[in-house]
């Protein structure tokens, strides 16, 4: 399994390390009819930040997304460790199938972190408890930015529909969670190019976020699971991006002074979170 996940990260890089050239009529009429795009690419982080939670250390992110007027396939993959040395991977690959147009953006993601089980577990839609790991999760989203490019505001619910994603009612049954988080973002332009991306995130009842305790009864705090700040300078030649950035993530539900730090020997429990990071991206289009 380690020889064909190095492997699998491998191939990706591979990928994401040239740029694709479009062969063919390159006018514009051209271009316009086929309204076909390919972008491939990696990011470099030093923690693997997620929604208000610390999933890992150091991660390679490479990615891949092909687009034709709109209606998308992309391919995601982290090969995460707790070091630089690489000696303990947690591998996820994450495949979404979604349409993107007017500002409104709807898709379907299929995580999945070869943890030796079933890609589709066998009652995947059915409360009950899971020995796969793997999830579905489903996603609409409102860019203002797309239509108006002076007004960055994005609005995004993600919602689990599949796989392990369920908990033990009070009367001892499995109950499906339907786990949900809801986000609100929006950019700010800087001096020099540079743009700080502001979100805050959400989750309105009892879920993998809040680890399925029952949000209004035994939370402390409001459900706010994520507020994040990330500064970023990208930089755009040829149809190449490189970027840098720098983030921090607060998550606060259930913080308090014994959690509100970035050096627990448990990561996900950290309220307190941050990273920097880099990425490469090509891209082309017919």
């Known amino acids: 399994m380690k020889k064909q996940l190095i492997t699998l990260a491998l191939a990706l890089l591979c990928v994401s390390a040239f740029p694709y050239q479009a062969y063919g009529n ?3 009429n051209f271009e316009s009819r086929l309204g076909i795009s390919l972008e491939v690419g990696a990011d470099v982080v030093s923690s693997y930040l997620w929604r208000g939670q610390n999933l890992g250390g150091i991660s390679i992110q490479p990615s891949v997304t092909f687009d034709w007027r709109g209606l998308y396939v992309s391919g995601w993959a982290n090969i995460g460790a707790d070091n630089w040395t690489f000696e303990n ?4 690959l994450d495949i979404t199938i979604g349409y993107d147009n007017y500002g409104i953006q709807v898709d379907l993601t299929h995580l999945y972190y070869f943890a ?8 995947g839609f059915k409360a009950q408890e899971f020995e796969s790991s793997s999830t579905m999760e489903a996603h609409v989203g409102f860019h203002l930015g797309d239509l108006v490019e002076k007004v960055p505001l994005s609005i995004d619910w993600y919602t689990t529909i599949y796989g392990a994603d369920c908990y033990l009612n009070d009367a001892g049954e499995w109950q499906r969670a339907w786990s949900t988080y809801i986000e609100v973002g929006y950019a700010f332009n800087l001096p ?3 743009v700080l991306d502001t979100r805050v995130g959400i989750t309105p009842w009892r879920g993998m ?4 305790e029952e949000v209004w009864k035994n939370a402390k705090t409001v459900a706010i699971n994520n507020i ?3 500064v970023q300078r990208d930089f755009e030649i040829k149809g190449l991006s490189i970027g840098a950035w720098a983030e921090c993530m607060l ?6 002074k014994t959690n509100l730090t970035t050096n627990l020997e448990n990561k996900f429990d950290q309220r307190l979170n941050w990273s920097i990071g880099g990425c490469l991206y090509f891209s ?3």
Do not use: M, Q
């Open 116 to 123: 030796g089980d079933a890609y589709f577990p066998k009652g």
């Open 26 to 28: 390159n006018d514009d």
């Open 284 to 286: 082309s289009e017919w």
């Open 209 to 212: 976020y809040t680890n399925y």
């Open 251 to 256: 998550n606060c539900y259930g913080v308090d």
């Open 228 to 230: 994040h700040l990330r």
């Open 192 to 194: 020099l190019g540079i």
């Open 89 to 92: 991977l947690y591998p996820e």
